[in-house]
């Protein structure tokens, strides 16, 4: 009996501490309802009064499909995740292959009322990665070029470059004519998670707030943000800020047989909900309709801004200037006056606005819907949108990143 007794203790023992260890992981899901609940209420409090003669198109950038060789997704499955999450474009960018031409293969034109961009991922000798847009069977002969004759040879095409993985790029001092840099980057966002933090917070929440689990490893790309500031700032000419979803749908698990059916799995990185974290938007003159020449038209202009939209419908968010009888938008120049420049800010929900300047935070409205600044000086302007309302931890987070001004 004595024994018996012994064991039970123990099992209580172990009982008890297995259940001590996984109260945090019950908190952080009450803390996710809790975040829930807030970005409900911030979505029904969003006021949109954009009068002036643009449309703001969300869409999502550098998506793969099975075509690219280490991603599951099948092109049906993107069509469907783009419709699910109401977007007006998804810019493809499929890896190369030496036997197919997967840009032509991939998505492109209208599909179910989505416009789709066929792009590539590319990678030159000096393993400097591209999201060339539109994309080319020449992609698959990058790894034979240096970074800088990739560049010259594509452009000379008519192809828009964006630098991808600033993190991993080499040629900071010699590669040049390039459009623009991938700032942020959903997979490399990801990389940083902690298996055994993330396998337990997937056990108590993953089935109510799958979505929301990203905000718990969510950063500031700081980093890559500085090397375009200075960037933007040395070199005084315009470098354009997209962020990359890098969707592939193959993180998971799952049981099938060798034809491909699959009987029970769990996909952690379906494209429904890679296109729900962040975006990229895109304003485009009404008087425009969307196509593949007008988005990359804008797109390469910097008339256009990244939102974690996870976090809140960000439609509406306008970053513009005026002097005298000039007036632009983010993306484009305009010649500083004596009264200075008028910098003006509108938000769709109230939030904290910041305004750097050669990436320097220069001044900051806590709780607007709008702000207006004034630039008395030459530079590269540019706002970052915070959503401290959701909670002491996205005070360092940004809900909104947009393109600059350029004041000259």
């Known amino acids: 009996m004595k024994v018996v007794k012994r064991w039970k203790r123990l099992l209580l023992a172990l009982l008890g501490l297995l259940l001590l260890s996984q109260s945090p992981f019950v908190y952080r899901r009450f803390q996710l309802r809790s975040l829930r609940a807030k970005i409900q209420e ?7 009064n954009n009068g002036d003669a643009y ?21 049906a499955d993107i069509i469907d995740a783009a419709r699910q999450n109401d977007l007006s474009f998804v810019v493809m960018t499929e890896h190369p292959s030496a036997t197919i031409d997967t840009a032509e293969m991939t998505l492109k034109g209208f599909q179910a009322g989505v416009l789709f961009i066929n792009g590539n991922e590319a990678s030159t000798a000096a393993s400097d990665r591209f999201l060339v847009l539109p994309g080319t069977a020449t992609a698959r002969s990058a790894p034979t ?13 008519g192809r828009l470059m964006f630098l991808a993985y600033p993190q991993e790029f080499r040629s900071w001092e010699t590669a040049d004519g390039y459009d623009g840099i991938e700032v942020y980057n959903l997979y490399t966002n990801a990389r940083r998670i902690n298996p055994l933090v993330m396998f337990f917070d997937g056990l108590w929440s993953y089935g109510a707030y799958a979505d929301l689990l990203f905000t718990r490893f969510y950063e500031r790309p700081t980093d890559s943000l500085k090397r375009w500031d200075d960037l933007s700032a040395s070199k005084q000419r315009k470098l354009v800020a997209l962020a990359g979803n890098d969707a592939h749908a193959n993180v998971g698990i799952h049981l099938g047989d060798a034809g491909g059916k699959k009987y029970l799995g769990v996909l952690l990185d379906p494209y429904s909900r890679s296109f729900q974290i962040v975006r990229t938007h895109a304003l485009l003159e009404k008087d425009k309709a969307l196509s593949a020449d007008t988005l990359l038209e804008a797109i390469k202009s910097g008339h256009c801004y990244i939102a974690f939209d996870l976090l809140a419908d960000s439609t509406g968010f306008r970053f513009t200037a005026q002097s005298g009888t000039s007036s632009v938008i983010m993306g484009d120049s305009i010649t500083l006056a004596d009264g200075g420049v008028r910098l003006s800010v509108n938000a769709p929900i109230k939030s904290r606005i910041v305004l750097f300047r050669n990436g320097q935070p220069l001044e900051e409205a806590p709780e607007a819907l709008s702000k207006e600044f004034t630039a008395h000086e030459r530079g590269v302007y540019r706002v970052e949108v915070y959503l401290d309302s959701l909670g002491n931890s996205f005070r360092s987070r940004p809900w909104i990143i947009s393109n600059p001004i350029y004041v000259e």
Do not use: M, W
Request: no cysteine.
């Open 42 to 48: 911030l979505n029904s409090s969003r006021v949109v």
């Open 145 to 157: 070029r240096s970074t800088q004759d990739f560049i010259t040879e594509e452009k000379a095409e």
């Open 55 to 75: 449309a703001d198109y969300k869409g999502v950038i550098h998506v793969h499909s099975q075509l690219g060789g280490h991603s599951t997704g099948s092109l």
